[in-house]
T-cell receptor, first 113, second 114 residues
Framework: EAGVVQSPRYKIIEKKQPVAFWCNPI?????LYWYLQNLGQGPELLIR????????DSQLPKDRFSAERLKGVDSTLKIQPAELGDSAVYLC???????????FGEGSWLTVV | GDSVTQMEGPVTLSEEAFLTINCTYT??????LFWYVQYPGEGLQLLLK?????DKGSNKGFEATYRKETTSFHLEKGSVQVSDSAVYFC?????????????FGKGTKLSVKP
C-alpha cells in the first residue's frame, strides 16, 4: 500500500516568492494534517482536515498561508509571500479518522533565501 | 494546554548499550501516547503506542509503558544497534477540541557508535 506522498521533496526560493506543496494521503484516509517542523524541533500542527472541511486551522498563519483539500483527497499548502523564517520542513500526514494512528509523508524541505 | 517534555540530546551510546529516553506529559483527560522515529533524510515513522494507563507499547526491541501516576512514557531498549541512530519524538494525541492532533516533544537525537 502506498504511503503519504508529498512533492516537491526540496524547494529553494527567494523571499517574497510564492511556493506550494502538494500531498496525496493514503487511500481511504479521511483525516489529513499539515505539520511544520523547524530545525531541531518537534512538528507543530498547522491545519487538520476531516474530508473537505478544515476542522482545526487555529495555528495556520492566515496572512500568508493557505490550504485546500478539494474533493476530500489531495491537499495543497501555499505560502505567499515566503519569508526567511518559513525555512522548515512541511509534513503531510493522514489517518483513517481522527483518533487513529497518523502516518507521515517524507516531508517537503523549504529553504527561503 | 497539553504538552510533552522529553530529555534533551544528543545521546551517544556504544553498540549493545542500554537506552532510556525520558518523556513526561501534561494533558487533560486520557491521551494516547506515541513514540515516533525519524531516520536521517526520512519522514516520521510510528515506533510504538499505548492508549491507556499501564499499557506497554513495543516494537523492534523498543518498549514504553504508559504511567499515569507519573505522567511518563519513557522509551527503553536493552541493546541498541548502529541502525537505531535517529531522532526520537514522544507525542500525545490531544483531548477535546484537539482530539486526534498529535502534540510532539522536541525530539532526542540518538547516535550509536560501533
Amino acid at each position: 500500500e502506498a504511503g503519504v506522498v508529498q512533492s516537491p521533496r526540496y524547494k529553494i526560493i527567494e523571499k517574497k516568492q510564492p511556493v506550494a506543496f502538494w500531498c496525496n494521503p493514503i487511500s481511504g484516509h479521511n483525516t489529513l494534517y499539515w505539520y511544520l517542523q523547524n530545525l531541531g524541533q518537534g512538528p507543530e500542527l498547522l491545519i487538520r482536515y476531516e474530508n473537505e472541511e478544515a476542522v482545526d486551522d487555529s495555528q495556520l498563519p492566515k496572512d500568508r498561508f493557505s490550504a485546500e483539500r478539494l474533493k476530500g483527497v489531495d491537499s495543497t499548502l501555499k505560502i505567499q509571500p515566503a519569508e526567511l523564517g518559513d525555512s522548515a520542513v512541511y509534513l503531510c500526514a493522514s489517518s483513517p479518522d481522527a483518533g487513529n494512528t497518523i502516518y507521515f509523508g517524507e516531508g517537503s524541505w523549504l529553504t527561503v533565501v | 494546554g497539553d504538552s510533552v517534555t522529553q530529555m534533551e540530546g544528543p545521546v551517544t551510546l556504544s553498540e549493545e548499550a542500554f537506552l532510556t529516553i525520558n518523556c513526561t506529559y501534561t494533558a487533560t483527560g486520557y491521551p494516547s501516547l506515541f513514540w515516533y522515529v525519524q531516520y536521517p533524510g526520512e519522514g516520521l515513522q510510528l515506533l510504538l503506542k499505548a492508549t491507556k494507563a499501564d499499557d506497554k507499547g513495543s516494537n523492534k526491541g523498543f518498549e514504553a509503558t504508559y504511567r499515569k501516576e507519573t505522567t511518563s512514557f519513557h522509551l527503553e531498549k536493552g541493546s541498541v544497534q548502529v541502525s537505531d541512530s535517529a531522532v526520537y519524538f514522544c507525542a500525545l494525541t490531544g483531548y477535546g477540541g484537539s482530539q486526534g492532533n498529535l502534540i510532539f516533544g522536541k525530539g532526542t537525537k540518538l547516535s550509536v557508535k560501533p
